[in-house]
């Protein structure tokens, strides 16, 4: 079983739609959980910190489930910019930061 | 907002080369990465480094690889004889501290550079 896994889509939805993607982790040990969003060859760039409790960001919510070792990314009223590939990423506990990534999910948003 | 810096940000080789991959990372950070991800595929962790030592690093990186910091600036990550399958967008990242230090979450974010991208042929 891969550490982390995303269905890797594309999901290709219109302007305005709401779409949600889901990563599983095989390690209970996991302590940090991230989304990063990933433009054609360019680096990762970090969208948010996702908590137990659940955050949200403007457009953009997370949340995590430590029972079923998921995390989710819903975004909102989506836009033209949002198309990108969205990457989970979790780290260890007692690990050095060392974030294990997803394959990642490619979203396209369509006018 | 700082920023971490790498150059070059395309370096092309012969294979069997040495490749020096060069790293400013963000200036009060003190844990230092490198990451590297193989055209379509995911991005994967090379090593840690604090303290002017190795924290951490993966089977990816064996013997041919090194990492040093010359400086109080540059964080460098060697490839001492390239092979075809380094070809690779190599991504250096940094942190402020981490995670279960009694530090904020907003200091155990990792901040990656824009990447240098290593053909090797």
């Given at each position: 079983r891969k550490e982390v896994e995303q269905d890797p889509g594309p999901f290709n939805?219109?302007?305005?739609a709401t779409v949600a993607f889901n990563c599983t982790?095989?390690?209970?040990?996991?302590?940090?959980?991230f989304w990063y969003r990933q433009d054609c060859r360019k680096?990762?760039?970090?969208?948010?910190?996702?908590?137990?409790?659940?955050?949200?960001?403007?457009?953009?919510?997370?949340?995590?489930n430590r029972a079923s070792q998921y995390i989710s990314l819903l975004?909102?009223?989506?836009?033209?910019?949002?198309?990108?590939?969205?990457?989970?990423?979790?780290?260890?506990?007692?690990?050095?930061?060392?974030l294990i990534f997803g394959a990642g999910t490619r979203l396209a948003v369509h006018p | 907002e700082p920023e971490v810096t790498q150059t070059p940000s395309h370096q092309v080789t012969q294979m069997g080369q040495e490749v020096?991959?060069?790293?400013?990372?963000?200036?009060?950070?003190?844990?230092?990465?490198?990451?590297?991800?193989?055209?379509g595929q995911k991005v994967e962790f090379l090593v840690s480094f604090y303290n002017n030592e190795i924290s951490e690093k993966s089977e990816i990186f064996d013997d041919?690889?090194?990492?040093?910091?010359?400086?109080?600036?540059?964080?460098?990550?060697?490839?001492?004889?390239t092979k075809l399958e380094d070809s690779a967008m190599y991504f250096c990242a940094s942190s402020v501290s981490i995670a279960g230090q009694g530090a904020s979450a907003t200091n155990e974010k990792l901040f990656f550079g824009s990447g240098t991208q290593l053909s090797v042929l």
């Open positions: 939805v219109p302007e305005g982790y095989s390690n209970s040990a996991s302590q940090s959980f680096e990762p760039k970090l969208l948010m910190s996702v908590y137990s409790s659940g955050n949200e960001d403007g457009r953009f919510t997370a949340q995590l975004i909102r009223d989506s836009k033209l910019s949002d198309s990108a590939t969205y990457l989970c990423a979790v780290s260890i506990s007692g690990g050095y930061n060392k | 020096i991959l060069r790293c400013v990372p963000i200036s009060n950070h003190l844990y230092f990465y490198w990451y590297r991800q193989i055209l041919q690889f090194s990492v040093e910091r010359p400086d109080g600036s540059n964080f460098t990550l060697k490839i001492r004889s």
